[in-house]
Protein backbone atom coordinates (compact mmCIF):
# COMPACT_ATOMS: atom_id res chain seq x y z
CA UNK A 1 0.00 0.00 0.00
CA UNK A 2 2.45 2.13 1.31
CA UNK A 3 4.77 2.47 -2.37
CA UNK A 4 1.11 3.73 -4.11
CA UNK A 5 0.17 6.23 -1.24
CA UNK A 6 2.38 9.72 -1.94
CA UNK A 7 2.33 11.90 1.25
CA UNK A 8 3.86 15.56 0.89
CA UNK A 9 4.05 17.93 3.86
CA UNK A 10 4.19 21.54 3.94
CA UNK A 11 4.70 23.74 6.62
CA UNK A 12 2.42 27.10 5.97
CA UNK A 13 1.54 30.16 7.52
CA UNK A 14 2.87 31.99 10.85
CA UNK A 15 1.79 29.31 12.68
CA UNK A 16 3.32 26.72 11.10
CA UNK A 17 0.94 24.33 10.14
CA UNK A 18 1.03 21.78 8.61
CA UNK A 19 -0.79 21.15 4.79
CA UNK A 20 -0.63 17.93 3.38
CA UNK A 21 -0.80 16.49 0.09
CA UNK A 22 -1.79 12.70 0.02
CA UNK A 23 -2.99 10.87 -2.86
CA UNK A 24 -2.04 7.82 -5.45
CA UNK A 25 0.78 6.84 -7.96
CA UNK A 26 -1.36 4.54 -9.65
CA UNK A 27 -4.62 6.12 -10.13
CA UNK A 28 -3.41 9.96 -9.72
CA UNK A 29 -6.11 10.98 -7.14
CA UNK A 30 -5.20 12.89 -3.99
CA UNK A 31 -7.22 15.14 -1.97
CA UNK A 32 -5.41 18.19 0.01
CA UNK A 33 -5.72 18.61 3.44
CA UNK A 34 -5.28 22.11 5.62
CA UNK A 35 -4.41 24.24 3.58
CA UNK A 36 -3.38 26.84 6.29
CA UNK A 37 -1.62 29.51 4.11
CA UNK A 38 1.14 30.07 1.78
CA UNK A 39 -1.19 29.65 -1.00
CA UNK A 40 1.44 29.58 -4.01
CA UNK A 41 3.45 27.30 -2.36
CA UNK A 42 0.43 24.75 -1.95
CA UNK A 43 -0.54 25.21 -5.70
CA UNK A 44 3.53 24.17 -7.31
CA UNK A 45 3.30 21.31 -4.70
CA UNK A 46 0.05 20.09 -6.20
CA UNK A 47 1.22 20.87 -9.68
CA UNK A 48 4.80 18.99 -8.98
CA UNK A 49 2.85 16.14 -7.75
CA UNK A 50 0.66 15.59 -10.78
CA UNK A 51 -2.09 14.39 -8.37
CA UNK A 52 -5.76 15.69 -9.40
CA UNK A 53 -7.07 16.93 -6.14
CA UNK A 54 -10.51 15.86 -5.74
CA UNK A 55 -11.51 16.79 -2.15
CA UNK A 56 -10.13 19.43 0.53
CA UNK A 57 -10.40 18.10 3.75
CA UNK A 58 -10.22 20.42 6.79
CA UNK A 59 -9.43 18.92 10.29
CA UNK A 60 -11.02 21.73 11.53
CA UNK A 61 -11.93 25.03 11.05
CA UNK A 62 -9.33 27.77 12.81
CA UNK A 63 -7.80 30.25 10.18
CA UNK A 64 -4.55 28.71 10.49
CA UNK A 65 -5.36 25.39 8.88
CA UNK A 66 -8.12 27.54 6.45
CA UNK A 67 -6.82 30.45 5.26
CA UNK A 68 -5.67 29.41 2.04
CA UNK A 69 -9.09 27.28 1.58
CA UNK A 70 -10.16 29.83 -1.26
CA UNK A 71 -7.32 30.28 -3.62
CA UNK A 72 -6.25 25.87 -3.51
CA UNK A 73 -10.63 25.69 -4.56
CA UNK A 74 -10.08 28.13 -7.24
CA UNK A 75 -7.06 26.54 -8.42
CA UNK A 76 -7.96 22.87 -8.17
CA UNK A 77 -12.05 23.09 -8.51
CA UNK A 78 -11.55 20.84 -5.46
CA UNK A 79 -14.41 20.52 -3.09
CA UNK A 80 -14.13 21.60 0.43
CA UNK A 81 -15.31 18.81 3.39
CA UNK A 82 -15.77 19.63 6.62
CA UNK A 83 -16.93 18.51 10.00
CA UNK A 84 -20.67 19.61 10.29
CA UNK A 85 -19.68 21.15 13.45
CA UNK A 86 -17.02 23.48 12.10
CA UNK A 87 -18.72 24.53 9.47
CA UNK A 88 -19.88 27.72 10.87
CA UNK A 89 -15.69 28.71 11.09
CA UNK A 90 -15.72 28.93 7.00
CA UNK A 91 -18.79 31.40 6.46
CA UNK A 92 -18.59 34.49 4.32
CA UNK A 93 -18.25 37.38 6.04
CA UNK A 94 -17.28 39.47 3.13
CA UNK A 95 -14.19 39.60 0.56
CA UNK A 96 -11.96 38.51 3.54
CA UNK A 97 -12.16 36.41 6.87
CA UNK A 98 -10.08 37.54 9.42
CA UNK A 99 -9.90 34.79 12.64
CA UNK A 100 -6.86 35.09 15.21
CA UNK A 101 -5.32 37.94 13.82
CA UNK A 102 -5.24 36.25 10.51
CA UNK A 103 -6.89 37.59 7.51
CA UNK A 104 -7.71 35.44 4.45
CA UNK A 105 -10.21 35.73 1.61
CA UNK A 106 -13.23 33.74 2.43
CA UNK A 107 -13.10 30.63 1.11
CA UNK A 108 -16.68 29.07 -0.83
CA UNK A 109 -19.02 27.51 1.06
CA UNK A 110 -18.04 23.34 2.12
CA UNK A 111 -19.52 21.30 -0.70
CA UNK A 112 -19.25 18.32 2.16
CA UNK A 113 -20.43 18.47 5.54
CA UNK A 114 -18.83 15.24 7.42
CA UNK A 115 -20.08 13.39 10.07
CA UNK A 116 -18.20 10.28 12.24
CA UNK A 117 -17.56 7.65 10.12
CA UNK A 118 -18.08 9.21 6.62
CA UNK A 119 -15.62 7.96 4.43
CA UNK A 120 -12.89 10.33 2.21
CA UNK A 121 -11.98 8.47 -1.03
CA UNK A 122 -9.45 8.73 -3.57
CA UNK A 123 -8.43 6.50 -6.33
CA UNK A 124 -8.19 2.74 -4.39
CA UNK A 125 -7.45 4.45 -1.35
CA UNK A 126 -10.27 5.15 2.03
CA UNK A 127 -9.92 7.54 4.82
CA UNK A 128 -12.21 7.46 7.47
CA UNK A 129 -13.50 9.72 9.89
CA UNK A 130 -13.09 10.04 13.50
CA UNK A 131 -15.17 12.52 15.07
CA UNK A 132 -12.56 13.92 17.89
CA UNK A 133 -14.06 16.95 19.49
CA UNK A 134 -11.51 18.73 22.11
CA UNK A 135 -9.95 21.40 20.15
CA UNK A 136 -13.05 22.40 18.38
CA UNK A 137 -16.17 21.08 18.74
CA UNK A 138 -15.93 19.78 14.63
CA UNK A 139 -12.58 18.23 14.79
CA UNK A 140 -11.75 15.27 13.44
CA UNK A 141 -9.41 13.01 12.30
CA UNK A 142 -8.45 10.81 9.06
CA UNK A 143 -7.69 6.84 9.47
CA UNK A 144 -6.62 4.91 7.04
CA UNK A 145 -3.75 3.01 5.43
CA UNK A 146 -1.98 2.78 8.88
CA UNK A 147 -2.09 6.63 9.33
CA UNK A 148 -3.83 9.06 11.20
CA UNK A 149 -4.23 12.82 10.23
CA UNK A 150 -4.88 14.40 13.95
CA UNK A 151 -5.07 18.06 12.83
CA UNK A 152 -5.05 19.96 16.25
CA UNK A 153 -6.36 16.91 18.25
CA UNK A 154 -2.91 15.00 19.06
CA UNK A 155 0.72 16.54 18.31
CA UNK A 156 3.95 14.78 18.57
CA UNK A 157 4.27 15.01 22.41
CA UNK A 158 1.58 17.39 22.98
CA UNK A 159 -2.17 17.91 22.42
CA UNK A 160 -4.08 21.15 20.81
CA UNK A 161 -5.45 24.19 23.08
CA UNK A 162 -8.34 24.20 24.69
CA UNK A 163 -7.83 27.94 25.07
CA UNK A 164 -9.96 28.85 22.60
CA UNK A 165 -13.88 29.06 22.43
CA UNK A 166 -15.74 26.01 22.31
CA UNK A 167 -12.63 24.18 23.55
CA UNK A 168 -12.72 21.41 25.93
CA UNK A 169 -9.84 19.99 27.61
CA UNK A 170 -11.86 17.12 28.99
CA UNK A 171 -13.28 16.49 25.84
CA UNK A 172 -9.90 16.44 24.04
CA UNK A 173 -8.42 14.20 26.11
CA UNK A 174 -11.56 11.64 26.01
CA UNK A 175 -11.33 12.09 22.19
CA UNK A 176 -7.81 11.05 22.23
CA UNK A 177 -8.33 7.94 25.26
CA UNK A 178 -10.92 6.55 23.22
CA UNK A 179 -11.07 7.44 19.65
CA UNK A 180 -6.90 7.65 18.97
CA UNK A 181 -5.12 5.37 21.65
CA UNK A 182 -7.04 2.59 20.84
CA UNK A 183 -5.49 2.61 17.42
CA UNK A 184 -2.38 -0.05 16.96
CA UNK A 185 1.00 1.25 18.26
CA UNK A 186 2.27 1.10 14.63
CA UNK A 187 0.14 3.83 13.49
CA UNK A 188 1.64 6.86 11.67
CA UNK A 189 0.49 9.75 13.11
CA UNK A 190 0.51 13.35 11.07
CA UNK A 191 -0.22 16.05 13.11
CA UNK A 192 -1.37 19.22 12.45
CA UNK A 193 1.42 21.09 13.48
CA UNK A 194 5.14 19.21 14.02
CA UNK A 195 6.54 16.19 12.79
CA UNK A 196 5.21 12.92 12.59
CA UNK A 197 5.40 10.28 15.56
CA UNK A 198 3.25 7.13 15.75
CA UNK A 199 0.58 6.25 18.66
CA UNK A 200 2.90 3.77 20.27
CA UNK A 201 5.24 6.53 21.27
CA UNK A 202 2.20 9.50 22.09
CA UNK A 203 0.89 6.28 24.36
CA UNK A 204 5.00 6.14 25.72
CA UNK A 205 5.76 9.24 25.85
CA UNK A 206 2.97 12.37 25.66
CA UNK A 207 2.70 13.35 29.01
CA UNK A 208 -1.15 14.40 28.59
CA UNK A 209 -1.92 10.85 27.10
CA UNK A 210 -0.21 9.64 30.29
CA UNK A 211 -1.92 11.77 32.26
CA UNK A 212 1.28 13.16 34.44
CA UNK A 213 1.20 16.39 33.61
ZN1 LIG B 1 -6.72 24.75 15.69
ZN1 LIG C 1 -3.52 24.74 14.22
Same mark, same amino acid.
Given at each position: ?28 ? #? ?18 ? &? %? ?8 ? &? ?11 ? *? ?14 ? %? *? &? ?7 ? &? ?10 ? %? ?12 ? %? ?22 ? #? ?43 ? *? ?17
Amino acid at each position: MDDNLIITRLVVGSLSANCYIVGEAASGE #GIVIDPGGNAATIREAIAAS &G %LDIGTIVLTH &GHSDHIAALHDIQ *EATGAGAAIHIEDADF %L *E &GRGAYSSQF &GISYPTPRPPDR %LLREGDEICFGDTT %LTVLHTPGHTPGSICLRGEGRVFT #GDTLFRRGIGTTLMPGSSRRVLLESIRRRLMTLPDATIVHPGHGR *ETTIGAERRDNPYVRGDW
